[in-house]
């Protein structure tokens, strides 16, 4: 099954002022970036696990500081749904209210439709009985109809266009691993053509390489074109700074789903961790995380006996 949850945190924590930028650009010009904004994610968690669901969801809380003239901070929740969800406006607004309730602070919430249903687009959450009216809108991105309606998804400077575009292209291929791996090629060639900096090229090369998963044999063939591709430009595609970031990278978010989940275990084994260097056994330990009972069970997957 695709992890589209650990790509799109990690871009949210790294690239959030380039991801307002993109998808919700009033809010961007209406915050004050030469202060520095704050994730909050650690207090997030606290709060959703105070009212635990049972699922996990990728979002990310930010406090920043507004350009009226005002000495005035707010925080922005921001969601990233990736599957039609019933209850979606319901939890929305529950969480909502959750994280006003923790810093009494005006509370934004955005959400990223990432899903590939045409027709489903909540936007708010309402009732109203005997005169008394709860309602809450929010703004909402489909990135369907980015897809379906922009030509210069492949050659945007933003770093969320390609991901865009990325996370668009894995659910069309879902059934189809040639299709998958000509696209990851393709998007992950145009990376070097958009002009962005190394740290955001390294970025989008783990998160792409992440969401555009493939069968061994298909993965196979990706690292062949990129070899080949080396020796015709005859530049490193891959440098030894990204494969290290992309390591990084996902024993981080191996670690901060272990917090999650098992309550603050796993930095024990951060160490044993650091020590593997074969990328699909890391991706094999982060998408065990989300089924395994144990840290025991999972860390039969590096430590066999």
């Given at each position: 099954m695709t992890d589209f949850d650990s790509p799109w945190k990690e871009a949210l924590t790294l690239l959030f002022e380039r991801f307002l930028a993109y998808y919700f650009p009033t809010a961007h010009r209406g915050i004050d970036w030469t202060r520095q904004f704050e994730s909050l994610d650690k207090e997030l968690q606290q709060v959703l696990?105070?009212?635990?669901?049972?699922?996990?969801?990728?979002?990310?809380?930010?406090?920043?500081?507004?350009t009226d003239g005002?000495?005035?901070?707010?925080?922005?929740?921001?969601?990233?749904?990736a599957q039609p969800e019933a209850d979606f406006a319901t939890r929305l607004y529950a969480c909502n209210y959750r994280i006003f309730d923790r810093f009494q602070r005006p509370v934004v919430t955005f959400a990223i439709l990432a899903d590939d249903r045409e027709n489903w687009r909540p936007s708010c959450y309402e009732y109203e009985i005997w005169g008394f009216r709860v309602r809450m809108a929010f703004p909402t991105v489909k990135l369907l109809d980015i897809v379906n309606s922009r030509t210069d998804l492949e050659i945007d400077?933003?770093?969320?266009?390609?991901?865009?575009?990325?996370?668009v292209r894995t659910q069309e291929t879902r059934n189809d691993p040639e299709a998958r791996r000509a696209w990851k090629f393709r998007l992950i060639k145009s990376l070097y053509q958009r002009g962005l900096s190394p740290d955001a090229v390294r970025t989008l090369f783990r998160c792409i390489d992440w969401m555009m998963d493939l069968p061994k044999e298909a993965e196979d063939m990706f690292w062949d074109d990129v070899t080949q591709f080396e020796k015709e430009n005859q530049m490193p595609f891959i440098d030894v700074a990204t494969r290290k970031g992309m390591e990084k990278g996902i024993i981080e978010s191996i670690l901060m789903d272990w917090d999650y989940k098992f309550e603050g275990g796993g930095n024990e084994y951060r160490e044993e961790l650091q020590e593997i260097t074969d990328l699909e056994l890391l991706r094999k330990i982060l998408r065990a995380g989300k089924t395994a009972g144990s840290l025991e069970v999972i860390r039969k997957l590096w430590k066999p006996q």
């Open positions: 696990r105070d009212a635990e669901s049972g699922r996990r969801v990728v979002d990310h809380l930010v406090k920043v500081w507004l005002t000495e005035e901070w707010l925080l922005i929740h921001v969601e990233v749904q400077a933003n770093p969320f266009a390609v991901l865009t575009l990325a996370h």
